[in-house]
């Protein structure tokens, strides 16, 4: 019986009935040491009978074997990994030693996780419960996480017990439920229940020590009990302790009653994580001990013995055997363990013992070390070779080897999110490398720290001052770092860093035939475009971005910023191709991680050409992903272009507030702040507030932003500075439009020419303009330039009394917007017409169905309209079958069909 947590028990049954009804979720269970965690997943076991249950444990000494704790959970259910889609199932086959494939991604193997709970949920609703989380590897704990956050349409109910104290385990956007100490009734009526028949005094000394943690009572009531029968006296702490110390102490002087051979047994069973007796037996015997040593431990119910296995009968026993023992004991116990343990399948194990027993420096232990970190990368276990590269580095001899081995246990560390040892352990690296690439390595990792947590302008200066030093030695390395520098200080609108990035650049003697040659065209012609070169820059940025298009640049960062450049020099349609492989390539990947950072421009490509419902489509995804693993700078950036769309959706509350947000940050991501502020501006605009729009679009195009793609606002100041009646501002920014749009040679650009110069235009020039946008834009792609363009013509026509004329540039405006979604341009055309004596009836959804949809229903069902299964679809998506199949049923009634063969005929008539 569970004494005081009524209100916790709910809590948990409320969990379980929704994972029974079909609806899933995850709670962290979080308390000290004691506080009755345990308990309470005892509890949601024995409740579970109608359901599958997955129970693991975390255990401290296997927190640094990568997927350890995945494996201990599924290792029954193994044979049901083939049912999963082909790269999941591969990369749970590499997490779980079954294959020597290559390393599998992270979130791949947490997508994996999810469908995988998935499949055995199909069988009956299913439990999963993690104790002492916070000792999970940390592989396993991010799997496991990734699928608790998509649990949205699973009967899968997932606990995870952690203590309050551990700082490991971190699951921000998971429900907690937080355990404090039971009440005095509670914690009386529990003491009664372990000794009914105690002093007054005494009770109230217990109860009072306790301070209400449940474990507390009981072994103190148990410890109590011991001493009582052996004649000694009731021995307190002199000070007041913390309840988990006080915990551990009762059970280290349980331990110290023991005989000194069966303690050293206990500590040498808690220094080994197999649990196997048999492995514990032979240890000892190396020491001089016997299985016969245990047997005054399982009488003291201390341990629980099978003929196979050894475990404590609660963590902290463990904890308390290990902590508390000398540490000479410690050392042999490890030494004995490393000798026992044989054969390839225990190599990690192995050289975790040496490395456990080995007290100075010992390069041969190191060395074993560097393979451990080796198989981990082959597994995906970033966090482990982390590990496994600090240990080695503590026990190298050759300062340059530790070097090396601090600055892989950077880059590990910073793979696997942990910015923190990322930072530690790449400056600690900086100050021990003797060779400047090690150097420039650690450099590098710091600033991609500081890009996090400072600011890209930092980030980038620390890059330039890391690749400086390399750029005659080792010129790829310098390429590679100095090219992620300009893409940072791009980001930063940092003209003065991206010019000594590409000053250095342009000094590197790379070899004939490199591929990074035309990367450094385009990071020089970025330069270029700032110095008003606009020639030469176009040419550089051209040719960085063919390069990449035909294959022969393949990292991720430089087809990110070859999709950037592809905006700026106004191809559109070869930035959306290239990022739209980049995504798709990244999700073959499973590197989900990089997704957002993908998805970004390629939403900004789909914005400029129109394409408003697949960039919401896009963004949605982005920010949902980002907010998932906790990316807070690209979940602020990327809420810049959602504020757009509304914008032009003219949803006035949802654009200024996700405009505000990414304006807090502006000082930090001046790009993103101007296409919010243009956001704001168009806002305006189509609200008939020009002074407002006025000052937001005079700030975009005078900004820092002003080279990138925010040049694209110029025609809309343009606008709200004619009908305020300000000539000269609208004659402000043109040039520089105008520059460009002749330098790219792009239709659509000449087009938004054209569109200023009607506008401006006195008389009937403006006419031959706006004929001549229009017939530029007829077969550029461009919806939503060629409504807005046919609207401003429109407009002008009216005013010239032409209205037949009139009536059919507004008509054909009002249709494009209200395809579009473009609801407050759509409001306009309508007020137009309705000058001319029409009255068009708002039809926002008739030419397109799908626009009634959520995002990623819309995504699902394109998906499915081309053919691809529910499996299918949730391996692209990162998602599972259920949830796919549950989007699927709540878009058919919004779509008006029952089958699914009835999607493609939809998604033919779909507008982007």
Known sequence: MILGRTEELARLDRLLADARAGGGGALVIRGEAGIGKSALLDRIAASATDMLVLRGVGIESEIEVPFAGLHLLFHPYVDRVEALPGPQAAALRTAFGLTAAGAGERFLVGAATLSLLSELAGDRPLVCIVDDAQWFDRASADALLFAARRLRREPVAMFFAVRDEAGRFTAPSLEVLALSALDRASAGSLLDQRAKVLAPATRARIVAEAGGNPLAILEFAAALTDRRASGRPWSTPVEPLPVTEQVQEAFRSRIGDLPEATQRLLVLAAADDTAELAVAVRAGERLGLSAADLEPAESARLVQLTAESISFRHPLIRSAAYRGAARGWLVAAHRALAETLDGDASADRRAWHRAAATTGPDEAVAAELEGVARRAAQRGGSAAVAAALDRAATLSSDPGRKARRLVGAARAAY???????????????????????????????????????????????????????IVASHPEQAVSILTDAVGCAKDACAPDVIRESADLLG???????????????????????????????????RAMVTAVRCGQVTGFVERVLAGYLALIVGDDEAATEELEALAADTRRQGALGWLPYAQEPLAVSLLLRGRFRDAETVVAEALDVSTDLGQDTQTTILTAIPAWLAAIAGDAVACEAMAGRTLRAASRHPTNAALATWALGLLDLGRGRLDAASRQLDAVCAGPARHDFPLRAVPDQVEAAVRGGDSARAARFLPG??????????????????????????????????????????????????????????????????????????????????????????????????????????????????????????????????????????????????????????????LGVTKRTELADLAARATP
Request: aromatic content about 6%.
């Open 415 to 469: 793979d696997a999110g942990w910015l923190d040892r990322a930072a530690v352990f790449s400056a600690a690296g900086v100050d021990l490398a003797t060779d400047r690439s090690t150097r420039a390595e650690a450099a590098w990792i710091q600033a991609q720290v500081a890009y996090e947590r400072d600011s890209p302008t930092a980030a980038a200066a620390l890059m330039v001052r890391g690749a400086a030093p």
């Open 507 to 541: 000094t590197v003697a790379l070899e004939t035939g490199s591929p990074l040659r035309p990367v450094v065209a385009g990071m020089i012609g970025l330069r270029n475009l700032l110095d008003g070169s606009t020639k030469e820059a176009v040419a550089g940025m």
């Open 737 to 894: 439009l105008r520059d460009w749009a002749e330098h790219v040679g792009q239709p659509h650009a000449a087009a938004l020419v054209r569109r200023c110069d009607a506008l401006r235009a006195v008389g009937g020039e403006a006419e031959a303009h706006y004929e001549a946008a229009l017939a530029l834009l007829s077969d550029a792609g461009r919806p939503y330039d060629h409504a807005r363009t046919a609207l401003l013509f429109g407009e002008w026509l009216r005013r010239q009394r032409r209205r037949t004329e009139a009536h059919t540039h507004l008509a054909g405006a009002l249709s494009g917007f209200e395809s579009l979604g473009a609801q407050v341009w759509a409001a306009r055309a309508r007020s137009e017409l309705t000058a001319l004596g029409d009255r068009p009836v708002a039809r926002p959804h008739d030419r397109d169905p799908l626009a009634r949809l959520t995002p990623q229903e819309r995504q699902v069902v394109l998906l499915a309209a081309a053919g691809l299964s529910n499996r299918d679809i949730a391996a692209r998506l990162f998602l599972s079958p259920r949830t796919i199949g549950y989007h699927l049923y709540r878009a058919y009634p919004k």
